[in-house]
């Protein structure tokens, strides 16, 4: 049978070997550090698993969800103006499952073949997947490190800029770590306002931020309501991963626009985790905050574990992942990943998989504890790579 074309945008046949040697070596029995996944290994909260469990009960709860509750969509309003200071209403808000289902469709509802889009390299897979399917022509602008990881919009050509429809940014960065202030937001949306192009802020990452910095929203910004819109998870700070939560917020007429995409495929979010999602965004913080300690305690861990033994990692700024320049004498981070997989039996992601610019990089996810921290960071000191 002859497949659609539209799967050969979504070839990996150069990570199959990586992940074959993966799991021969979890299935030996070998030691092994499993850095390379971005799911988190904390508990999620009991009043989340709680609120879900109730609603499973009542069979009504089986059905066909076939829209957002207005509870839900309330939560949502509230948790905004609370955490982020800042005001939006219900028909602001849409729930997609996952931002990565949200994001993977953003394409086919906002583009049309050919149209220009901006997405950062390295960045998250499924930017560019959502984009291709859409049938967009991606431009990747580079995260640099002499950049601080942060796009310059300066070096983005005029007529790239005139001609993109929408621009994806995602701060606290995976996989770069990378943290964008209030200068860089600014001017961010004076540049989408002159070229008239839509932000897309993706904000996984908001209460995984460190140094006492806080996560924010990009309606924090002025201006930032007329130009874009947010994907907002539940995702990483509640570790609800599997429960696929997530939000699209802001302009209406782009809701609208997914809204009706999303109608035609999809029935709604299963009610009891429209419950969990109420009582994850209803309830207490506390759990939050101290799970962000607990990811700066790894990363320090991790950063100045590697320091401590002659590889120079910065410090991540924020995001739940390490972002790791090959040691010297290292160039191909498929190569090194495969190297650092046998020597080391610490499994971490190949920057190349990031986009070109992710070339020469690897990435670490946080997802052990320090004290485990310390021993990969022992077993890549005695793997004689550094
Ligand atoms: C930048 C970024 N966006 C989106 C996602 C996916 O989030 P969700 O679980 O809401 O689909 C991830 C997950 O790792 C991510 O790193």
Known sequence: MQFSKRLSLFGDEIFAALNRRKVELEASGKRIYNLSVGTPDFETPAHIRQALIEAAEDPENWKYALRDLPELLQAVCGYYARRFGV??????????????????????????????????????????????????????????????FLPDLSAIPRETAEAAKYMIVSFPSNPAGSVAGEAFYRELVDFAKKYDILIIHDNAYSDIIFDGKEGRSFF???????????????????????ARISFLIGRTDVIQAVRLLRSQ???????????????????PREAVVRQCADYQARRDALCGGLRSIGWAVPDSKGSMFVWAKLPQGHQDSMVFCMQLMEKAGVICTPGASFGPHGEGYVRFALVLPPQEICEVVQAIRESGLL
Do not use: W
Not at 99 to 119: M, R, T, Y
Not at 265 to 283: E, K
């Open 265 to 283: 495929i999809d029935f709604g979010m299963f009610l009891p985790v429209q419950r969990a999602a109420i009582a994850a965004l209803n309830g």
């Open 87 to 148: 005001q939006i209403t219900p028909d602001e808000v849409m729930s997609v499952n996952g931002s990565q289902e949200g994001i993977g469709h953003i394409g086919l509802a906002l583009c049309d073949e050919g149209d220009v889009v901006l997405l950062p390299d390295p960045g998250y897979p499924v930017f560019t997947a959502g984009s291709l399917l859409g049938g967009a022509k991606p431009y990747y602008y580079p995260l640099l490190e002499e950049n601080g």
């Open 220 to 242: 924090n910004v002025p201006g930032a309501r007329e130009v874009g819109v947010e994907f907002f998870s539940l995702s990483k700070s509640f570790n609800v991963t599997g």
